[in-house]
C-alpha cells in the first residue's frame, strides 16, 4: 500500500475530497515524524508503538573484503505490532483468537 492508496482509501471511506485527505494523510505523518525526530514514542492503539533506538558504534566488516570497519554511531526507527494488530493479521478481522 503507498501513500497514495491510503489517501484514495480515505477519499472513499470518508467522502470528503481527495485534496482534503491528502492533506490530512500527510498531516499525520508530520505529526508521526516530529514525535519521533524528538524521541517521543508514537503508540498508536490497536495497531503499534513506533520508537526510536541509538545503537552504538561497533566494529564490523567489508563483506566484500573482509577487512575491519567501523559502523557509526546511529538512531534506528523500530516497530512493535500491538497484539491486537497480530491477531488480526493471525485470524481475520474478528480481532479473537
Known amino acids: 500500500m503507498t501513500k497514495a492508496d491510503l489517501v484514495d482509501l480515505i477519499y472513499e471511506r ?3 475530497s481527495k485534496k482534503e485527505a491528502g492533506e490530512v494523510v ?3 505523518f508530520a505529526i508521526i515524524r516530529e514525535s519521533l525526530r ?3 514514542k508514537v503508540k498508536v492503539s490497536g495497531f503499534g508503538t ?3 533506538n541509538h545503537k552504538n558504534a561497533r566494529r564490523g566488516r567489508n563483506p566484500q573484503t573482509g577487512a ?4 557509526d ?3 534506528v526507527l523500530s516497530f512493535k ?3 491486537v494488530l497480530k491477531d488480526r493479521i493471525n485470524n481475520g478481522n ?3 483468537s
Not at 68 to 71: A, F, G, H, R, Y
Open 26 to 28: 500527510e498531516a499525520v
Open 73 to 75: 554511531s546511529r538512531r
Open 81 to 83: 505490532p500491538s497484539q
Open 94 to 96: 474478528s480481532g479473537k
Open 38 to 40: 524528538g524521541g517521543e
Open 68 to 71: 575491519p570497519i567501523t559502523i
Open 50 to 52: 513506533f520508537v526510536v
Open 14 to 16: 470518508v467522502g470528503s
